[in-house]
C-alpha cells in the first residue's frame, strides 16, 4: 500500500483532519499533510516520526509497502501481478490464486528450438 493511502486510513481510523495532523508536526502546515495524503510529497524523516508517533505506528509501519517494492528479489513481472491482484475482486484473486497453484505443481512446459535450415 503506499504511503499516501497508509496515512489516509489511519488518519480516517483515528479521526484525524489533515489540519489536525499538521498540529501535531513542527513546522508543517495542513496543505502540507494534504498533499502527503494524496501523494504529491513526501515527508521527511523527522516528519514521518513525528506522524508515526500522532497516529500511534511504528516509522516503520509506514513503509512497509516502499520496503517491498525496493525488494531486490522481486522482479519486474512480480510488481505487475501485484498490482493487476491489488485491482481484481476479491472472487478474482481467488480464482487468480487457484490457477497460480495448479500451474505451481506441474512442471514448466520445455521449451523447444527449431533447428534452422
Known sequence: M???TTLRLLAKARGLSPTDLATA?????AATVSAWLRGEKM????????LARTLGVPAGAL??????TLDPARTAGEHELLAAYRAMTTRQQGA???IARGLADRPAPRRTTRAKK
Open 63 to 68: 513503509f512497509a509497502e516502499l520496503a517491498q
Open 25 to 29: 508536526i513542527p513546522r508543517v502546515g
Open 2 to 4: 503506499p504511503l499516501a
Open 43 to 50: 515527508p521527511g524523516r523527522d516528519q514521518l516520526d513525528a
Open 96 to 98: 487468480l490464486l487457484e
